[in-house]
């Protein structure tokens, strides 16, 4: 049907009447629509309506050439000779007096300035020479636009993202974003989240701009809408940099311990440590932050940032004994906030020793006995106000602590063997787990439970050199396979294989694959059954 009639809308297009001309122009937005080959039938005929005088028309014809334009990006290149007309008509709208007709509360005929100023948009963008034509009349635009109305504020509005999308000069840039700046001062929630809406996609754009209305931005904040309140944040998280992440974190952190909603903090903890993380001036700032986070951010706090936090702890070790005194005085303020005591715990266990060492460097002097700590670590393992996984880490802390405090030693056996018959699997299966390492392996406590060492990257491994378990070549000589065969056997003691009684080790078999599968059968505790008799008629020979 629109192959059809395209003929018909293309002769009203150029009749007398402007009413008619207006509704053909309607008429071709919808047929190109269906049928886009017909979009080269109405290029001449639109570039005749942009000097119409009716603005009926003239709206009607700059909303053809967007569609057209929309839908074949080749439109453009030809619509580029028509930026002068449509300038003029810009610019005659802005200067024209008062006209009853086409005034809207002062604004004359905003709902044409506003289509002719996405269409600039969009001849201006990627195009130096297009835009430097529009730069003066936009600067027109958007000074002497009235914003003590609505509608010159959707006026601005409009200005400012064209301004953002041509390659505008910098200046007019600057212009578009203290506009947006106004904005944030209004009083109409809409035009607030608008302007910060606004700003969060233009921010990569000229982020100095964006700066000097930090102080605005902090303040919506304490807006009650919860939509202002997250893009405020997320635009803060943009605006952190070296200079400012002092001021900025401190307003976040505020905003977390003071007015944060629920659903707002589990993104705002973990952005917090990792741009604390990414621009951090001293490690004890960072490491300070980390704590209010921690302590404001109670459950809400993912288990990503637990791993990040203990990561980086690991990676400061100047800062060792101040981290673990900061945490231990925090934990025993509040135990409540479990992501607070997995952190706390993780260091005590690993750096106890620096805790009841005597003060440190840096910070106020700290005085701690074993007993108390074992006694902090008591109360939390054993008591219901923690979680399982909190419990897992304050286990595990106990265990490592068993061979820092050597006159606590016996005591946190006994707390650990309280568990040995706890209905929670997992705590009992570690509980049994260091019994056995505390009843048959007390010699290598020490070793086992040193401090974990920190993550290095990851090497890159050759090709040629990577080599699977499978293609290994048998071991050629038999003492060394022996010495292998013996490191096995303490492996499965440890955990729980056969302990005294264990056979004698037996020669190498003629196949590596067979030798494997039987070790694996043998950590899961499967009979793999009668092993075949070897044919090897030497086995000890130097």
């Not at 297009?13 to 009413?19: D, H, I, R, T, V």
């Not at 707002?264 to 960072?286: C, E, G, H, M, V």
């Amino acid at each position: 049907m629109g192959r059809d009639l395209a003929p018909e809308v293309e002769k009203l297009l150029k009749s007398s009447n402007a009413f008619l001309r207006k509704k053909a122009a309607l008429c071709a937005v919808r047929i190109i629509k269906k049928v886009p080959d017909l979009i080269e039938v109405f290029i001449p005929l639109t570039k005749a309506l942009i000097n119409e005088r009716n603005h009926g028309v003239l709206l009607t014809s700059v909303i053809l050439i967007r569609e057209m334009c929309d839908i074949n990006p080749d439109c453009i290149i030809h619509f580029k000779k028509c930026i002068f007309n449509l300038l003029r008509v810009l610019k005659n709208l802005i200067m024209a007096g008062y006209s009853p007709e086409h005034d809207v509360a002062g604004c004359s005929d905003p709902f044409l300035q506003v289509q002719l100023l996405r269409l600039l948009a969009l001849l201006g963008k990627s195009d130096a020479d297009a835009s430097e034509q529009m730069n003066d009349i936009l600067a027109q635009v958007a000074t002497n636009t009235e914003t003590s109305k609505n509608v010159g504020n959707a006026i601005l509005y409009q200005t400012v993202l064209t301004i953002m999308d041509i390659d505008a000069e910098s200046g007019l840039r600057v212009l578009a974003i203290n506009i947006l700046g106004r904005f944030l001062l209004n009083s109409d929630k809409n035009i607030r989240y608008v302007a910060l809406n606004t700003l969060l996609r233009t921010v990569h754009i000229d982020k100095a701009a964006v700066q000097r209305h930090r102080n605005t931005i902090i303040e919506c904040l304490s807006d009650v809408d919860i939509t202002i309140k997250k893009r405020a944040m997320e635009l803060l998280f943009a605006l952190v940099n070296e200079t400012n992440v002092r001021s900025v974190i401190g307003e976040l952190v505020n905003f977390l311990s003071t007015s944060a909603l629920p659903e707002l903090k589990a993104q705002l903890t973990s952005t917090i440590i990792l741009l604390s993380d990414k621009f951090a001036p001293t490690k004890r700032w960072y490491m300070d932050t980390v704590l209010k986070v921690l302590i404001h951010g109670g459950h809400y706090v993912r288990d990503d940032v637990v791993n990040s936090v203990t990561q980086s702890i690991s990676e400061s070790p100047e800062m060792y004994a101040f981290i673990v005194q900061k945490l231990f005085l925090a934990l025993q303020d509040d135990i409540a906030q479990q992501p607070l005591v997995q952190v706390a715990t993780w260091a005590i266990g690993e750096y106890g020793e620096l805790l009841v060492a005597g003060p440190c460097d840096i910070g106020e002097p700290v005085e701690v006995s074993e007993e108390e700590v074992v006694d902090t670590l008591e109360h939390i393992v054993t008591g219901s106000v923690c979680s399982k996984v909190s419990k897992y880490y304050t286990l595990n802390a106990l265990m490592k602590l068993s061979t820092r405090f050597k006159t606590e030693a016996d005591r946190i056996q006994k707390i650990i063997g309280y568990f040995t018959i706890n209905t929670n699997v997992e705590l009992q299966q570690r509980s049994v787990e260091y019994r056995t390492i505390f009843k048959q392996y007390d010699s290598m406590r020490t070793a086992l439970l040193e401090r974990m060492p920190v993550n290095a990257a990851p090497e890159k491994q050759q090709p040629e050199k990577t080599e699977t378990l499978l293609d290994s070549p048998p071991v050629a000589q038999p003492i060394v396979q022996e010495k292998e065969e013996t490191q096995q056997d303490s492996l499965l003691n440890l955990i729980g294989g056969l302990v005294g009684d264990a056979p004698a080790p037996q020669p190498p078999a003629p196949s590596s694959t067979a030798a494997n599968n039987d070790l694996l059968m043998d950590l899961l505790g499967l009979d793999s059954g009668p092993e075949p008799t070897p044919t090897i008629t030497s086995t000890h020979c130097l």
